[in-house]
C-alpha cells in the first residue's frame, strides 16, 4: 500500500479501595509497592556497594519490620515515574530520621533527571522545600532541626500547599503550579548531591488531597480509609508499538505543543506509556503520555499527538484505553542495529532490536499486571526510521531486504499480521546522501503486504538540519501514525482475512462498489460491505422566514466536523464552521443568509 497518508474530506463496579493510594512503600522487608499498583523501586547503589539497605535493627522503623537506610553517597530508590497534580491534588507522607551526617538539604523524592520535582528537609533550620514541574520552589520554614523520627505530610491543591509534621499541620502556603513528577526516594535535583542520609519509613502517594483528620489517622496509625467508590473497570487495552531512530524518539522542544484545547505540554493521564530511554541501562518504565519520554526531559516525539488522537477515537468508550510501547534511538541502522535475524528468538537480532523486544515484553507485562481483567489488543507497530541507511550506499543498497526482514520478524515475535505502519523518508531531507534509495525500498515493502502500510512526511516541517522534523512535523507524523493505525484496525475487524489478502480492504478500493472508498466509508461511519450504506451530505435552502442555507449530516461520536464555502473570486476553499464534535446525531449547521449560488462542502476528520 502506497502513501497512506489519511486526509479526509466531505459496565460500573462498586471496588473498595484505598482512597487514592497510588503507590506505598512500607520497606519492611524490601522495595515493593504494597499499593496493589506494582510501581516496585529497585535499590540503585552508588559509591559503596552494600551501604544503604532495609534496616531491621531494633528502633530502626516507626510501622512493620522495617525501613530503608539511605547512605550519604548518593544510593536511592528507583520506581516508575509518577506525574502528580496534572488534574486533581494529591499528597505525599513518610516518616523520616536523619544522620547526624547529613547535607545541607537532604531530598526525600525528586526525578533525577532534572534540577526540578523533589521535595526535601533542610538540616539548618531553613525547613522544608518543594520545587514543582515548573521551577517554582517554595520553602517552608518549619521542620524538626534533629536527627528524631519525624512524620512529614505535604497536601497540595490547585491553590496551596501545606506541611503537616507529627500530624500538625502549619499555615497554608499559595503556589501557582501543583504538578510534581518523581521517580526517586532519596534523590534528586541530577546535577548535584543532595541525596537522603539516614532512614525513610512508611513512604505515601496518594492522588488526592487528605484532610486534617485523615492526615491525623495517618501519622497515628499509618493507616488510609478505605472506602467504597464506582470504578470503571479497562476491559480493552490497545496498545501500539513505536520504534526507530532519531526522529521515533522525537527531537522537538515541548515547549512549541499547543496549550489549547488540549495542553499537551502537560501529562495526558488517559493514555499510559511504557517507555526506555535511549542509551540507558535501567529497565523502561510506566507512565502516562507526556513529554520528555526520550532522549531530553524536554523534548517530545509522535507520540504525543498519536496517543492523543488514538486514545480520543475511544474518549466514549470508558472502557477502553489506550497505550504506547516506546523504544527508539539516534542514529541507529537496519543494517546492522536492528537487523532481524528471521524468527521469533533473539538470535542474530542486532543490539536495539534486542533492547526493543526486551521493552516491549516488559511493556506488555506491566500493562497485564496494571491492568489485570483487560484484554491486551496491540493494534499495530508505526515505524520511522532510514536515515542512518540512507547515509551508507551499501546499507541503502540493502534497505529493501533488510527492511523486508524485520517487518517479517516483528510479526513472528508479536503477532501474525500485525499492522505495520512505515514512516517514509522525507524529499526534504537532503542531508542524507541515498534517500531516493532508502524510500523507494520502503514504497515497495509496503507495497508487498496489505497488512504493511505508509505514510507520506513529504510536507512535514524539518529543522535547519534537514534531517530531523520540527514541532510541527513531530506533531503531524504523529497524527498521521495515529489515523493509520485506526485504518487498519478498523479494515481487520471490517473484512475477512481472505478479503484482505485478495486485496479487497485497500484504502483506495470500494469494496460495495457504492462509489465510496473503503478509506471513505472507514472515515464517514459507512458499512463498507453494504452498498445502500454510504454517507449523506444535505444541502437545504429555507426561503422563509429570511433566505438561508441549512447543511445537514449525520455526525458520528468520534468524528469532527467542518463546512467550508468555495470563494469564487479567489478560486479558494473558506472555513465558514468551527470545528464540531459529533454525537451520533444529526448535526445542522446554518450558512451565512444566501444571497446567489453557492459550494459547499463537509469535512470529517479524526479527533
Known sequence: MKNLYLVFLGALLLTSV???????????????DQSGFSRHGTLVDNGELGNSVIDTAPNSSVFGGGSLFLS????????????????????????????????????????????KDFIGIFTDGRGFRWRNSSGQTTDIGWAPNDTAWHHYTIVVTADDLTLYVDGIGGQPVS?????????????????????????????WILDEPLSASSVQALYEDNTIEVVSEPV???????????????????RAGKGSLPTEPVN??????????????????????????????????????????????????????????????K???????????????????????????????????????ALAEAYPSASIEVQAMVWMQGESDANRTSWAERYEDNLRTFIEDVRLTFGQNLPFIIGRLSVGQTALNHEELVRAAQDVVAEENPWTGIIDTDDLTLQSDNIHFDADGQMGLGRRFAEAVAYYAWMVDAFSEQEIVDCRAEPEGDFDADG??????????????????????????????IAEIRLELYAMANRVYSFEQFNESEKRWELISDMLSGSDALLTFIADDFAGRGLYRAKINLP
Open 18 to 32: 484505598r482512597a487514592g493510594v497510588i503507590a506505598h512503600y512500607s520497606f519492611d522487608a524490601d522495595y515493593s
Open 72 to 115: 550519604n553517597d548518593r544510593d536511592y530508590i528507583s520506581f516508575p515515574e509518577i506525574t502528580l497534580g496534572t488534574t486533581e491534588g494529591y499528597t505525599i507522607a513518610f516518616w523520616a530520621r536523619r544522620s547526624a551526617t547529613s547535607k545541607a538539604l537532604c531530598i526525600v523524592a525528586g526525578n533525577t533527571t532534572n534540577t
Open 175 to 203: 503556589i501557582s503550579n501543583m504538578q510534581l513528577s518523581i521517580n526517586a526516594i532519596g534523590e534528586g535535583y541530577a546535577s548535584s548531591g543532595y541525596d537522603f542520609d539516614g532512614n525513610l519509613d512508611e513512604f
Open 232 to 250: 470503571e473497570e479497562i476491559t480493552r487495552l490497545l496498545v501500539i508499538l513505536q520504534g526507530g531512530q532519531s526522529n521515533a524518539d522525537g
Open 264 to 325: 499537551l505540554q502537560m501529562p495526558q493521564t488517559d493514555v499510559d506509556v511504557f517507555h526506555k530511554r535511549e542509551g540507558e541501562s535501567y529497565l523502561g518504565s510506566l507512565t502516562v503520555l507526556q513529554p520528555g519520554l526520550n532522549r531530553k526531559s524536554d523534548d517530545f516525539g509522535p507520540e504525543i499527538t498519536m496517543g492523543r488522537s488514538y486514545a480520543d477515537l475511544y474518549k466514549n468508550d470508558s472502557s477502553v484505553r489506550v497505550a504506547i510501547i
Open 327 to 365: 523504544y527508539a534511538r539516534g542514529g541507529t541502522h537496519l543494517a546492522g542495529d536492528w537487523v532481524a535475524g528471521g524468527d521469533a528468538s533473539m538470535f542474530g537480532d542486532g543490539p536495539e532490536y534486542q533492547v526493543f523486544q526486551t521493552t516491549v515484553a516488559d511493556g506488555l507485562a
Open 516 to 545: 465510496q472508498s473503503n478509506r471513505f466509508e472507514f472515515t464517514a461511519g459507512s458499512d463498507p460491505r453494504s452498498s445502500t450504506s454510504r454517507f449523506q451530505f444535505n444541502i437545504h435552502l429555507e426561503k422563509t422566514p
